[in-house]
Structure formats: structure tokens, C-alpha cells
T-cell receptor
Framework: SQTIHQWPATLVQPVGSPLSLECTVE??????LYWYRQAAGRGLQLLFY??????ISSEVPQNLSASRPQDRQFILSSKKLLLSDSGFYLC???????????FGPGTRLTVT | AQRVTQPEKLLSVFKGAPVELKCNYS??????LFWYVQYSRQRLQLLLR??SRESIKGFTADLNKGETSFHLKKPFAQEEDSAMYYC???????????????FGKGTKLSVIP
């Protein structure tokens, strides 16, 4: 079965600093991959998705970018963090005949 | 555009009481609906999908296309049911292989002992 890893688990960064969050998937090949931000009272907001290496689609214009350098690796980045980038970031992959998504443990980002 | 609405941010029930978490959707096509659950300090996980017509941990959900609803129900709440619940919708015929999910804002269920 598939396993989704995310790191770091928690991160505290100052405003204006760069960001790199990593997501890796084991146990499957060529998965669809997704980045979400989860905020209290706002649910899950889809940020980016990828259907293959080098293929990134952005759902929400913002200060963030994503890349997929390898089949099972998905990276969320920023050149300069804003306070509003604070939140809980979830990586997910799509598997199964019913196309449900499986989620990683998440990264708690606090921008100070 | 598709939309998922969970009208209750917080729902508190006593142990043994029935539970109903509401979910309404707005979509003109043929949707697939899911319920996800997030227990304290655990990752978000799939609870059930409408297409399977299954009962998981005593929970069931029926897709009502006439009312565009997919409410989650359980006849007798347990303390371990306390968690955050998200309703999600996927376009059954979405193109480009993206298979995106649209999530509601979630309902926090608190079961009082």
C-alpha cells in the first residue's frame, strides 16, 4: 500500500525567508499529487496539483509555487514568505479505482 | 463552479445520541461524494464514499440528488467519533486527469460522555 511522507513536520520561518516543503510517496507509481492548505474555519484549499513529472497546475494565485522533479516527489516552495502563508499544509495522492485521495501527515508552518 | 457546504462548524451530541452531519453540494454534473475524517493528531483519512454504499464505523451516508445532499449519519454516537469531518465532491467526468476534490469547510463533532 502507498505511504505519504511530508517534512518537516513543523516549521517556523521569518517573513521574507524562503520555503521548501517536501512530499514523497512510496508504494505506487505515476500518482496524481496535490498540495492543500488547511486553515481553521476555512477547510481545505487546493493549491496545486500534478498529473506527472514537471506538470503543475495552480488553483489559487499566490506567493507559493510547486514542482515535481521526480515521479513520487512533490515540492512546495516560496521565495519570500508572507505572514498569510502560515497554516497547515497537506500533501495528497490519488489512488484506487474510486479516485479517492490519501493524505500525508502535514506540515505546520508558522511565519513570524 | 462546484461547491460543498457544511453548515455547521461545530456539532455537539451526547454519547448514545444520533448524529447527523450535514453536507449539501452544488454541481450541475454527475458528482462523486466522499466523507473524510481527521481524528486528533492523526492524518486526514477517507471515511466512506457514496458509490460504495458502505457503512464504516457505524456511519452511513446517502446521496440525495434531488436535495443535492450527502448527510453523514450514525444512530448512536461514541466518544471516539469526536473528530473533524469533511465532505468532498469530485466531478465524475473531470477532464485532464486531475480528479480534483472540492472540500467543505468541515464540521467538528464533539461527543459528550
Amino acid at each position: 500500500s502507498q505511504t505519504i511522507h511530508q517534512w518537516p513536520a513543523t516549521l517556523v520561518q521569518p517573513v521574507g525567508s524562503p520555503l521548501s516543503l517536501e512530499c514523497t510517496v512510496e508504494g505506487t507509481s505515476n500518482p496524481n499529487l496535490y498540495w492543500y492548505r488547511q486553515a481553521a474555519g476555512r477547510g481545505l484549499q487546493l493549491l496545486f496539483y500534478s498529473v506527472g513529472i514537471g506538470q503543475i497546475s495552480s488553483e489559487v494565485p499566490q506567493n507559493l509555487s510547486a514542482s515535481r522533479p521526480q515521479d513520487r516527489q512533490f515540492i512546495l516552495s516560496s521565495k519570500k514568505l508572507l505572514l498569510s502563508d502560515s497554516g497547515f499544509y497537506l500533501c495528497a495522492c490519488m489512488l484506487g479505482g474510486y479516485y479517492e485521495q490519501y493524505f500525508g501527515p502535514g506540515t505546520r508552518l508558522t511565519v513570524t | 463552479a462546484q461547491r460543498v457546504t457544511q453548515p455547521e462548524k461545530l456539532l455537539s451530541v451526547f454519547k448514545g445520541a444520533p448524529v447527523e452531519l450535514k453536507c449539501n453540494y452544488s454541481y450541475s454534473g454527475s458528482p462523486e461524494l466522499f466523507w473524510y475524517v481527521q481524528y486528533s493528531r492523526q492524518r486526514l483519512q477517507l471515511l466512506l464514499r457514496h458509490i460504495s454504499r458502505e457503512s464504516i464505523k457505524g456511519f452511513t451516508a446517502d446521496l440525495n440528488k434531488g436535495e443535492t445532499s450527502f448527510h453523514l449519519k450514525k444512530p448512536f454516537a461514541q466518544e471516539e467519533d469526536s473528530a473533524m469531518y469533511y465532505c468532498a465532491l469530485r466531478d465524475a467526468y473531470s477532464g485532464a486527469g486531475s480528479y480534483q476534490l472540492t472540500f467543505g469547510k468541515g464540521t467538528k463533532l464533539s461527543v459528550i460522555p
